[in-house]
């Protein structure tokens, strides 16, 4: 039986997302070859300039996932994305309010009033949050599709600095959960993966790799194993002590060779 969650009606077999914010032509096609991304985001300023689109790289049958980079308010990111739907880009929308320069964290209120205007709209709707369980509830009351909280701060490779709160989400979020920023190494996304999300979400750890194919080839893979391990269920932890895996004691006895010739 094959390994899918749903989105808006579609249907997805591969748990990476490609972030397209350091776009360049290699990220791209190692993403779709090595990575098996089905869905990717795009910046809608990119796809609204005469420089080169991000659109002329992305094959039919991937789907879309403009955000709202640049936005600060509820209503710039109600305004992009009906430009992106414009454009022709779908329905599917990212939601993104920063208006913190330093450590671009998301405002969570500005998020949830965006969600809900649009997802009254017809968008499938995905937003960028800070792992909170209050705002999360409250995006899914908006009608949110799946919430997407930061694993770190955006483009910092520093893994999953909240992942207790990752946690709390996965275990009380009906929604598909898809961590997003942050994420700097395979093992941490197998590591979200082993927790319970649904997806990973990557961009930086990629683009800034010495070797671009060769790193989403292992994301794919770590994206993978941590998702196979999630279903397999992880062994009980002791919280004290050990348990040997092997008998210590007895076995000589039993056979008669207590006394072992040196």
Not at 102 to 125: H, M, S, W
Not at 228 to 253: H, I, K, M, N, Q
Request: glycine share 10%.
């Amino acid at each position: 039986m094959t390994d899918t969650f749903t989105l808006g009606g579609h249907e997805f077999s591969s748990r990476f997302i490609l972030g397209s914010g350091k776009f360049n032509l290699e990220l791209v096609r190692a993403a779709l070859d090595h990575a098996g991304a089905q869905m990717i985001t795009l910046a809608v300023r990119r796809a609204n300039t005469d420089a080169p689109s991000i659109l002329d790289h992305i094959p039919a049958g991937i789907t879309l996932l403009p955000n709202t980079s640049g936005a600060r308010t509820a209503e710039e990111a109600v305004r992009i994305a009906r430009l992106a739907r414009e454009l022709g880009c779908g329905d599917f929308v990212k939601v993104e309010v920063i208006r913190d320069t330093k450590y671009l964290l998301p405002d969570n209120q500005e998020t949830i009033r965006a969600t809900e205007i649009l997802a009254g709209e017809g968008f499938v709707v995905l937003p960028y949050m800070h792992p909170d369980l209050n705002v999360a509830r409250d995006l899914v009351g908006a009608g949110a599709a799946a919430v997407m909280p930061l694993a770190a701060p955006i483009g910092s490779n520093r893994g999953l600095a909240a992942k207790e709160f990752l946690q709390i989400l996965i275990d009380e979020i009906e929604v598909p959960i898809i961590v997003d920023a942050g994420i700097g190494r395979p093992s941490q996304a197998c590591e979200a993966m082993e927790m319970g999300a649904t997806a990973i979400m990557a961009n930086t750890a990629i683009a800034t790799a010495s070797d671009i194919p060769a790193m989403a080839r292992a994301f794919r893979l770590a994206i993978e194993a941590g998702r196979e391990g999630y279903l397999a269920g992880p062994g009980r932890v002791l919280e004290r002590g050990g348990e040997a895996s092997s008998p210590l004691t007895a076995f000589l006895d039993e056979m008669g060779l207590d006394e072992v010739p040196a």
